[in-house]
């Protein structure tokens, strides 16, 4: 394995995993950051390595960044997320990062009621102060989502949402994992804005 350039936090979840699929399909040498190496080893292949990190823990993220120039990070929501972003945006600038890829989400916004997308909207206005050269990947829900109620659509034909009668636009994945994938290697990448399920911002 070539010596690892990019570094993924949050390759655990659906987006992340997917990522660095496409990552090992075109070849491309990658470090993916994790808590517990020994509960991700099915991560690693001839083109990832796995390093132990905790995002609430910054003295571990120093030796992660240690080499890479870019860096792509997406979490799980938690009273703690606008910490752990904080938290890696430093290392990152002291790691002397060049570019920054944040998975974000469709209607960020730091003032809504809404908890995920405040949080969101927050930790975008925090990259954006940072001095980092950054992307930001704002894309709405998943159908991949729509896979936790499998069992409820099985015995009643119904999936809920709590939209009441709102409409709700979705992407995959899938579809999603080349922008994340461009992004991550061709930091000067434009993309096509999507009114329905897309942004991408970016600062170079």
């Given at each position: 394995m070539n010596t690892p350039q990019i570094l993924i936090a949050g390759g655990t979840g659906t987006n992340g995993r997917e990522l660095l699929k496409q990552l090992a399909d075109k070849e491309v040498s990658v470090r993916v950051l994790v808590r517990n190496p020994e509960r991700a080893t099915y991560l690693a292949n001839k083109h990832t390595e796995i390093?132990?990190?905790d995002l609430s823990e910054p003295f571990t993220l120093d030796k992660a960044l240690e080499g890479i120039e870019r860096a792509y990070i997406v979490t799980s929501?938690?009273?703690d997320t606008l910490t752990?972003?904080?938290n890696f945006y430093a290392?990152?600038?002291?790691a002397g990062v060049s570019q920054l890829v944040k998975f974000s989400g469709y209607g960020a916004d730091s003032t809504s009621s809404i908890e995920i997308i405040r949080q969101h909207g927050l930790s975008d206005r925090k990259l954006m102060e940072s001095g980092l050269n950054y992307t930001i990947l704002r894309p709405n829900s998943f159908y991949q989502n729509i896979l936790w109620q499998a069992e409820a659509i099985k015995s009643r034909a119904q999936f809920y949402l709590p939209l009441?009668?709102?409409k709700q636009s979705l992407v995959d994945v899938r579809g999603l994992g080349p922008c994340a994938l461009r992004s991550v290697r061709h930091p000067y990448a434009v993309f096509p804005?999507?009114?329905a399920a897309f942004l991408a911002a970016a600062r170079h």
């Open positions: 390093v132990q990190g929501i938690h009273p752990w972003f904080d290392a990152a600038a002291n009441g009668v709102a804005y999507h009114k």
